[in-house]
């Protein structure tokens, strides 16, 4: 029973022509949209979670504590909440770390009458401390120990990247459902064509007692069959551009943003992505159904 239900969608597909053929491209311009979008907002995503991760706040101490002092002064910052981990960094580690920062300019370093640099402790937030808020109130609570001189850090550049990574997701999902409802239209438009082509045949199997659900189910399983051939075309189109554009744009952004490499959608992506492409073109059948009942 249901090979032949799926025949006849098949054949129904064959029937409707050029029209399926523009439900299938629509449905592959749209998942392909949506799925671009995807795969930046979800690389950009990556970045962001990376950045965070490896966020600091630096504080600068008063004086150079002699080294009896340090374990206390760690557990000090320690003990203040929002903090994740500390690290304590010294004026001789501070200048080294200067040193190979400025590489084949070191020699300058070397030539100072004396080290400038003061000691510091790195502090890594907590992670429910890792947001723009919960920051500033680190901030705060740490430039009030008395040891401390001056505070830096913020996240607020990394929530600008997280605000682009969410508008990026926004904007593919308008431009997805946008093209979505114009490929529903054309599943649905298809469809009809097949009905009306059918009418004769399919007032006839009533006649002959045909369930009602042999003569609607090909209608539907048209509208999901072209929604899966729209759906993997998107894949393939989406796989190859990832494959040629990624070795361009990598250096770019491992440059901007520190990402070395873009990541393709995940299986469960892709499985997400057919999964649309069948409810889309399952939703056309569906619509063509409803008003051929009302008719």
Do not use: C
């Amino acid at each position: 029973m249901f090979g032949f239900l799926v025949g006849e969608a098949l054949r129904d597909v064959r029937r409707a022509g050029r029209v399926a053929v523009s439900a299938v491209m629509l449905i592959t311009l749209s998942l392909g949209a949506a799925g671009a979008f995807w795969l930046a907002s979800t690389n950009l995503g990556r970045a962001v979670s990376e950045w965070r991760r490896h966020a600091r706040i630096i504080v600068y101490l008063k004086r150079e504590p002699p080294a009896s002092e340090i374990p206390n002064l760690v557990r000090l910052a320690l003990a203040v909440p929002g903090v994740g981990s500390v690290r304590y960094v010294g004026k001789a580690e501070a200048l080294a770390d200067l040193k190979k920062i400025l590489g084949k300019d070191a020699d300058v370093a070397e030539q100072l009458p004396s080290n400038p640099l003061p000691a510091s402790i790195e502090i890594t937030p907590a992670g429910a401390a890792a947001t723009p808020d919960g920051v500033r109130l680190l901030i705060e609570r740490l430039a009030a120990l008395p040891e401390v001189e001056e505070v830096e850090g913020g996240l607020e550049w990394i929530e600008r990247l997280a605000h682009w990574q969410r508008l990026l997701a926004v904007i593919g999902l308008g431009v997805g459902a946008v093209l979505a409802l114009a490929a529903i239209l054309t599943v649905t438009t298809a469809t009809t064509l097949v009905l009306h082509a059918r009418r004769q045949e399919t007032e006839i199997m009533r006649l002959v007692g045909a369930p009602e659900v042999a003569i609607r189910l090909p209608l539907l399983l048209q509208g999901m069959i072209q929604g899966l051939l729209g759906a993997v075309l998107a894949l393939l189109v989406l796989r190859t551009a990832h494959h040629v554009a990624a070795p361009w744009l990598e250096p770019l952004t491992n440059l901007t943003i520190g990402l070395p490499r873009l990541e393709f959608l995940t299986p469960a992506g892709m499985l997400t992505l057919v999964l649309a492409g069948a409810g889309l073109g399952g939703l056309g059948g569906w619509l063509t159904r409803g008003r051929r009942g009302a008719v």
